[in-house]
């Protein structure tokens, strides 16, 4: 039974390799077309600094500088963009079993079974279209691909493929996010203030 969930789960990784190249992969696409894109996408921070543990959205916006409507496929998730996120020191931080599926860092997925579940590999596909000189967004969660619990600043950019040109490659801006560490010992700061303001009172004859 092991063996049959083990060859399933590499049949559907070769779908989805195969699928996330065609889509989203940045490489390949800026090596084929020397294109200069025509649409663009930008994101923005919901929110510039978020607990640590907390999803770390960004608002993908995307707008059709074409003369004619456009209609492409889109992954809720954002699996169909390249998402890459850099702690401070520059470096990938480590990715979630998701990420590890859908970000295109791993050359053979099948490899590592142990680093993603089945839950890993499912999705919900939508059609988008979009009038010419319309803008459209939608928002990402950048800690589903990667584990961004670690307090300190993210860097965050985004690439897609372009829906007039696959061959193109759109590339975002980059925008900055800070983590900070849970707030679980605020408590202890409220009493630890608590008691010295009481201290405060005695030594100063206010009691």
């Known amino acids: 039974m092991r063996t049959l969930y083990t060859c399933f789960l590499v049949s559907v990784i070769h779908i989805l390799s195969g ?29 510039d600094s978020v607990k640590a543990g907390s999803p770390v959205y960004i608002i993908v916006q995307f707008t059709n500088k074409t003369d004619h409507d456009l209609g492409f496929a889109r992954v ?25 599926v859908h970000n ?15 839950k890993d590999l499912t999705d919900e596909r939508i059609w988008a279209e979009v009038k010419a000189g319309q803008t459209t967004d939608w928002d990402i969660n950048a800690a ?27 590339k975002s801006n980059t925008v900055t996010v800070t983590v900070t560490p849970q707030t679980g ?3 202890h700061n409220q009493s630890q203030s608590s008691t010295i303001t009481v201290l405060d009172w005695l030594l100063g004859g206010r009691w």
């Open 19 to 47: 699928s996330a190249v065609a889509q989203t992969s940045p490489q390949g696409s800026s090596q084929t077309s020397n294109s200069t894109p025509v649409n663009s996408i930008s994101i923005s921070a919901f929110h």
């Open 76 to 100: 809720l998730s954002g699996a169909d963009c390249r998402i890459d996120v850099r702690d401070d020191q520059g470096k990938w931080p480590r990715e979630t079993g998701f990420g590890y």
């Open 185 to 187: 010992d605020r408590s």
């Open 144 to 170: 589903k691909f990667y584990d961004m619990r670690q307090p300190g600043k993210y860097t965050i950019r985004v690439e897609r493929q372009d829906p007039e040109d696959p061959k193109v490659v759109l």
């Open 104 to 118: 295109g860092h791993a050359a053979h997925l099948e490899d590592d079974l142990t680093r993603f579940s089945s």
